[in-house]
């Protein structure tokens, strides 16, 4: 649904105008979102024709949801409106990198794929997990934090400053390239895990990390998900080289990372502790095990819980019960060291899965936690509020009319349906 006041013809030449020639097409099918079609897709060469477009689309009153590699477009509410896809495609390079610096700067539309591939030249990496072909911008924009946060912190961890476009076409830089430069207001930080909602990342300055000396995965069988549960927990009290720790089906899975002597230490340690079946894997085999953590074609539902690390085992346990009462198929990953369940539905309607997000959204926040909808069929999205309540919603209110007042940077997809 697109802003009825707003002329096809008017808003197609203005942005004609702005942009260079092929940069501007119909809409083909590819860009759809919870069933919405945006009138044009905009392909800007740089971060001034993508800023030149946000000005034109603010002065014609024009909705633009910003467009990465699409990998996570299935997160947010309903749109309220869709007229302009801003694609970051073209915005692909490496600005600056220096190695021995240990910082990187890029355009927002590189993929994690091509950034990984170019740090690991040089022996490195980004700790921010995601799917490969996601881009650095829409993963920031996005903000969850992954598996590896247990040893290497949020996203937002990496951040040292950003070159962000405002609605109105402004285009600001925040932060500085060194590590040492984070006072001041930290604008960059803001707009990690604001969804595009209150500018569109262009250019990024990370920190990056020294590849571990040595990665490989155990899997240890226990007699249920809680059993292994409690293991990865009892394990992470005794310091060992672990980047991540998960429990799938009844597995508890070990990311063994750091020097050759702390994998071993700690590898040593987990068989002792350990009764029952165990498989080592090396680290290219651990990846795709990873991997395919992510693979749930099969299900209607997903959705990520964040509780307290304590709270997970329980959090579990609730939402598995609450699938049973409800006769719904579940699939589950969780990370008891950091607090993350991942959980995916399958065999319901719409009645028995509104139930359950909002029976299991309740056990999440009761547990200090909170619970978002980051899958689900259109029809169920315009239930309830896939982000739950926030105490915090008058605030963004206010953040998002300073940002964009005429709210044209994916209208309603965010908390409260902003």
Known sequence: ???????????????????????????????????????????????????????????????????????????????????????????????????????????????????????????????????????????????????SQQAYGRPRDWLLGCRIALADGTIVHTGGRVVKNVAGYDLSRMMVGSLGTLGVIVEVTLKVASLPAREELLLNTHADKIEACDAIRAGALRGLALRAACVLENKAAYWLSGPASAVERTRRELYEAHDGETERMDAEAGVQFGGALAVHDA?????????????????????????????????????????????????????????????????????????????APTDLKARLDVWGETSALSLMRSLKQEFDPKSILNPGRYVGSI
Request: hydrophobic share 45%; net charge negative.
């Open 1 to 147: 649904m697109s802003t009825s006041a707003l002329s096809a013809t008017d808003l197609e030449d203005a942005l004609q105008a702005v942009l260079k020639q092929g940069s501007l097409v119909a809409e083909d099918g590819s860009h759809v979102v919870d069933g919405l079609e945006p009138r044009f897709i905009a392909t800007p060469y740089s971060a001034a024709e993508l800023a030149a477009v946000l000005a034109c689309a603010n002065e014609h009153g024009a909705a633009i949801i910003p467009w990465g590699a699409g990998s996570n477009m299935m997160l947010g509410n309903v749109p309220e409106r869709y007229d302009v896809a801003l694609s970051t495609a073209r915005l692909d390079r490496v600005i600056e990198y220096e190695p021995a610096d240990l910082v990187v700067t890029v355009e927002a539309g590189l993929t994690l794929a091509k950034l990984q591939a170019l740090l690991n030249k040089h022996g490195q990496f980004l700790p921010i997990e995601g799917p490969l072909d996601a881009t650095i911008g829409g993963l920031l924009a996005v903000g969850h934090g992954g598996p």
């Open 299 to 375: 299900s209607d539902l997903e959705f990520r819980a964040t509780v307290p690390p304590s709270k997970t085992a329980p959090t579990l346990q609730e939402f598995e019960a609450c699938s049973r009462v409800l006769s719904l198929g579940i699939e589950s990953a969780c990370y008891p060291t950091v607090g993350i369940v991942l959980a995916w539905l399958s065999h319901g309607d719409v009645n028995a899965y509104a139930s359950f997000i909002e029976q299991t959204r309740r056990a999440a926040v009761d547990a200090g936690g909170s619970l978002v909808v980051t899958r």
